[in-house]
């Protein structure tokens, strides 16, 4: 017996809640005025960088959370997670507001998942309202993963710039709204990539296989959305995809796709290489930019594919291959939220 | 409004795989017998210690499967995860069966997550079967967490062991077996200890705290209950909850509460100080112990919590508190499963 694999959540709970948020080199990207809150430095305020992806967490929580009107006992559950070792930053930013708490870890592909999860959840009736959060930071990252900044190592024209942000939804039920229509829960794949500075050509296979499950159960081809946003494959990443799928599957999504890695920073002012990465790339940039690109009626089904690519420092170092993840959570609107 | 926190699963998914497998050590202490599959050395024929803990979380994942007697593509998602950074033994191991996959991160919470999460998801029609496992290794978590072996660093008496083992369950609509009744998603307590050494009396408040609510919101008493089952507070942490939930709660669980991590291992021969920890702790005792003592009539509604703490080595250096967190699943007979 096959599993279906796409989710219909028929209620369609309603995102009541969105907040993006960014740090300084983000917040002098194209996207500058669509995040909720741009920090003035990358301190944050805190006396570490791990302390400063706790302010990133906190502020687009608490944003998310004020402008759904709930009070935090309202909120049943939150989903919430990052790239730091052991998740840290999610639990010590969520850990004051006494809602129950899932840490999840899915890398880049945290918020998708997250958003995911709570979705079904406030569909099925466990709880009535329930909140997913990612968050990640450049320089945390850089610590974790590649080297410590002052060390000042050059990154090859692969690599892809964590995103200092993080973004957070409340879903509820609402007759109206952006709103959560499908789910898709990705499997690993790996292609024996090893190159942990090449994530594009690690997540790129996930994120086609995922996009072809997508459209072959649901019998929809690629124009049928209105964006198929992924989020972070770069550019390589995206130019990998959309060759996969072409070649693969015959499914041709030129025209339709498009990176949240690619839309964050300037390519011309900004050079980051092949664009935005980690877990607050994705969640910032869907919990802003893209949520109010639908609400007000700029588009619309949004197939929204968050990628993620499963390794760590230890994992590479031994050799192994970094296999990649790609969950996908269709966003459209309900009723006449224009 | 205040949500209601302990879900009622109707239809009472039924655990129809489940399987604990365990390290040389935790094969000498008084549940050998007890386990699916004991490793005769703790480098389970692997050239690292991660992939050891990946061995382990394939052992346990492949016989629950086998128990259930699904094929992999059967099973809708697996929920997993352990304590390694980026969480790669649960990517790693689970990558080659082409499941859909949700990374989680509880600490020694993170089997009881993942059964929750999996149970919800089958009470709730996502998917006709769904699987939770979790994992940890005695060798990469004190490199992870503490001195690398070789240093040979002494343990303080209120430390607790990390056990090698992994356990895993799939979960699926049946009319007779042992289930999953209700679950409870716990939320973070941080009473401001910092002493990483002394989990116990980090996850305790957190224990006692889903205890309470459990039992206040079903009405129940602690006798209730063939078993309250923590997992892992060690001796310290049972004490400290027990204490705890009889001074503020007055709730009287003792006699009641056994820990997963005092029953691992052999107090006189064994001398692992406070008892056993990580999330193969847990998992292990309760795919295999726990599960077949309901299933064989030995006991009935062992209301399972599971306790982790969250923090990093990092976290720790930083001056951070560890908060901990308890998630509840209660499992039982249904049926004439006995």
């Not at 983000?26 to 960088?49: C, H, I, Q």
């Not at 072809?212 to 990998?240: C, H, N, R, W």
């Amino acid at each position: 017996m096959k599993n279906k694999r796409v989710n219909d959540l028929s209620s369609m709970p309603v995102i009541i809640g969105a907040a993006g948020v960014a740090g300084q080199t983000e917040g002098k990207g194209p996207l500058s005025e669509r995040f909720d809150y741009v920090f003035a430095d990358d301190g944050m305020g805190e006396n570490t960088w791990e302390s400063a992806e706790k302010a990133l967490c906190r502020k687009a929580f608490e944003t998310a959370t004020a402008k759904s009107g709930l009070a935090y006992e309202d909120i049943g559950i939150v989903f919430g997670g990052d790239l730091v070792n052991q998740c840290t930053p999610s639990a010590f930013g969520l850990k004051d507001y006494g809602i129950p708490f899932a840490g999840l870890f899915g890398a880049c592909s945290t918020f998708a998942l997250g958003l995911a999860l709570a979705a079904v959840f406030v569909d099925r009736k466990i709880f009535r309202f329930a909140a997913a959060e990612a968050s990640s930071h450049f320089c945390s990252a850089e610590k974790q993963f590649r080297m410590p900044l002052e060390y000042g190592g050059q990154r090859p024209p692969t690599a892809q710039r964590t995103v200092s942000g993080a973004g957070a939804c409340i879903l509820g039920q609402k007759e109206n709204g952006v709103c959560v229509k499908k789910v898709m829960f990705g499997r690993i794949c790996d292609r024996g990539v090893t190159d942990a500075t090449n994530f594009g050509a690690v997540m790129a296979p996930a994120a086609a296989d995922t996009a072809a499950v997508f459209l072959q159960e649901t019998k929809t081809s690629p124009t049928d959305y209105g964006m198929i946003l992924t989020g972070d494959l770069g550019k390589v990443g995206s130019e990998l995809m959309t060759q996969l799928l072409l070649e693969e599957n015959k499914i041709d999504i030129s025209g339709v796709q498009t990176d949240c890695g690619n839309i964050i920073y300037d390519d011309v002012c900004q050079d980051v290489h092949c664009g935005g990465s980690g877990c607050g790339c994705s969640a910032s940039v869907v919990a802003s930019h893209i949520y109010r690109k639908i609400a007000d009626g700029e588009t619309d089904n949004v197939l929204f594919i968050g990628t993620g690519a499963l390794m760590s420092p230890l994992s590479s170092l031994q050799g192994d291959t970094v296999p990649g993840i790609a969950h996908a959570v269709l966003i459209g609107r309900k009723g006449n939220c224009v």
